[in-house]
């Protein structure tokens, strides 16, 4: 098994001493059509969200999910270089991964069945976005501690039964307790391609005071950001070229929020989400602000006290201008769906990230 080990680490360090270009990655939780009306020009990877386990396997869920799948990988006709992986789980996706991934017979049959989709499909790897190895996550979900080297032995099996120029990565929190309790990151970032980090959800339905939710700097009372995020995995001895920011394409709100300081860092209730199209319907009542300091836009509604934190232009502009100052393997963002057909945040990061035309 050592052997095994250091041969799967050898090849794939290989393979990410390789010159990457700085990258476009789309995660798509979308219907079967809806991604012929998306430019996908300068997106390097397309995340088909999400499959689930069945059993110990990795399934499609219904057919469906299956003619959708077909048509997002069916895109690499129109864009050679597109690549499309599928990924397990998601928030609240991934309920039995605890208790089915506690197994190594599981483990292994999960690896093989995932080989198999991927071949079958002609997808090119997966994205597991467990949420979240050994600590609490999807309220009710199990968790133990020892999912952390639970989690390395599955990308072990995974590197063993997939080809090797299949992709695999992993999404992960952007916390601390993320850091410290859910990866051995010294024993699983030499066998993967990259880590997604979900520098986003900062602020959300558990939060009784408002803040950015995806801020790429830190405040006088929010330390919690991309960069502080990204700083931390460095420190612990991940690659840059391996790590991938994150954008988000939702604006989250909150209620009840008093009109002192446009109604940021005050008391608040959740609200809702908006994706960037929906939000169109009630963004005139707001006025809009920019947070020098986080470099995060924001939003207030003194008639309704409403406050909404997001992404925009101008903020994911500087998000892709970090990746490529700070040597990133680039950025990616949640989700398609959420944005403009035309014109929409996709095209902003492109066109900053892709300093190098295709």
Sequence with gaps: MKKLIFLLILTISCNNNIEIKPQVIAYYAGDEKSIDEFDLKGVDQIIYSFLHLKGNKLAIDDKKDSLTLLNVINKKKKYPKLKVLVSLGGWGGCETCSDIFSSKKARTEFAISTADIIESFNADGIDLDWEYPGISGFPGHSYKPEDRENFTDLIIQLRKYMKKDHILSFAAGASNRFFENSIEWDKVMPLVNNVNLMTYDFYG????????HTALSSNEFQNRSAESSIEA????????????IGGAFYIKTFKNVE????GLNQKAEWNKSYNQINFEDVRSNFNFYWDSIANAPYAY???????????DHKSIKLKSKYALENNLGGIMFWQLMNDKKQNGLLKTMVNEIKTIKD
Aim: charged share 15%.
């Design 233 to 244: 995995l460095i420190n612990l001895g991940v690659n840059p070229k391996q790590i991938f």
């Design 259 to 262: 009109n002192i300081n446009n």
């Design 301 to 311: 509604d003194s008639i309704n006290k409403i406050f909404a934190t997001f992404d």
């Design 205 to 212: 339905s558990g939060s009784t005071k408002t803040g950015h």
